[in-house]
């Protein structure tokens, strides 16, 4: 699996957490158990391979940090997300937000502009164009204040 991929399946474990909220660990541990993750394979292509290695810890790093993080990451969304209620915002791209953004501000091995550029192309398989220019606004409103280096 490719870090974009694993971009992807953090996105919708993060979408899972926000419909189902329990402990970001169990879910990892449960849809990456051996014996469950294999049988996800004809539902996507995405589930083709297991993430390993780097990818899984990269992963498993995300979407912990999302979640230990999600309140933080849901005032920025707010903050930027000018004229917009929180509520009104899709899950998706709520989600897609989230990990770009924590990617953003906790993942220094990422660079801010390959996180963001990566959620927007990511949010063009999930969400109509008007979200996605709504999530490039956001998420460019968001770097451009509080990432240094975006300035």
């Known amino acids: 699996m490719t870090r974009t991929g694993a971009r992807e399946l953090a996105v919708r474990l993060v979408f899972a957490l926000s419909e189902n909220p329990r402990d970001a660990r169990d879910l990892l541990d449960e849809l990456l158990a051996p014996d469950y993750y294999p049988t ?48 009104r915002i899709s899950r998706t791209a709520v989600s897609v937000m989230r990990v770009a953004m924590y990617e953003a501000l906790y993942m220094p091995d990422v660079p801010t502009r390959a996180a963001l550029n990566e959620a927007v192309e990511l949010s063009k398989k999930y969400d109509t164009p008007e979200t996605v220019s709504f999530i490039n606004g956001v998420l460019g409103a968001f770097a451009k204040s509080e990432i240094p280096d975006e300035q």
């Open 40 to 87: 996800l394979k004809g539902e996507d292509k995405l589930y083709s391979s297991r993430p390993k290695g780097e990818e899984r810890e990269y992963l498993e790093r995300l979407v912990t940090g999302v979640a230990e993080h999600g309140a933080e990451l849901d005032a920025y969304i707010e903050k930027y997300a000018v004229g917009w209620q929180f509520y």
